[in-house]
């Protein structure tokens, strides 16, 4: 059974609730439909919230990208994913990318994930060695052409196997 409370309640939670993180409007809506609060005071409550600045996609979108790159050491397309399941229009979801992705912080931080993956693999050869690198690099959202250079260079001191002809 749903929890009702009144629109005023729910104003009081969501402001409170958007004031100690960052939260997209996509959280918000999933709370009150929670709370079972009727549709037109729901939207009131939302006009309120994106009026005042408690939500605001933008910020939210920036946010996430920066954490999950920094903290979760997430790629580009994970994080990608994340955001359009939220619901954050895609204009958001690129610039938000652009900003944090862009730098070559992104570069070195993608290089310590695999070194650091590498270094715990076990592995036949180099072409097994590479496969699940790139595997694992592409579970974790990070661009194929950015991970192939620095898999090449983490598999050249490998011993050859003899799938490896063309690697």
């Keep these: 059974m749903k929890k009702q409370i009144t629109k005023e309640q729910a104003l009081l939670k969501l402001t409170a609730y958007c004031s100690a993180a960052e939260h997209c409007l996509a959280d918000a809506r999933k709370k009150l439909d929670a709370w079972d609060l009727p549709e037109d005071e729901a939207s009131d409550v939302v006009s309120f919230l994106l009026k005042e600045k408690y939500i605001d996609e933008t910020r939210y979108a920036r946010a996430f990208a920066k954490d999950k790159m920094l903290f979760a050491r ?14 954050i229009p ?13 730098s070559d912080s992104y570069d070195d931080a993608i290089a310590q994930v695999l070194a650091a993956k590498f270094r715990s693999l076990s592995y036949k050869n180099r072409y097994d060695a590479k496969t699940k690198l790139l595997r694992f690099g592409a579970g974790r959202g990070f661009e194929f052409n950015k991970m192939l250079p620095v898999v090449d260079k983490l598999v050249a001191g490998v011993t050859p196997g003899e799938y490896d002809d063309d690697f």
């Excluded at 997430?74 to 619901?87: D, E, I, P, T």
């Design 90 to 102: 895609a204009d958001i979801i690129a610039t938000a990318l652009d900003e944090v992705f862009g």
């Design 74 to 87: 997430w790629g580009r397309n994970k994080v990608a994913f994340s955001l359009r399941r939220k619901a």
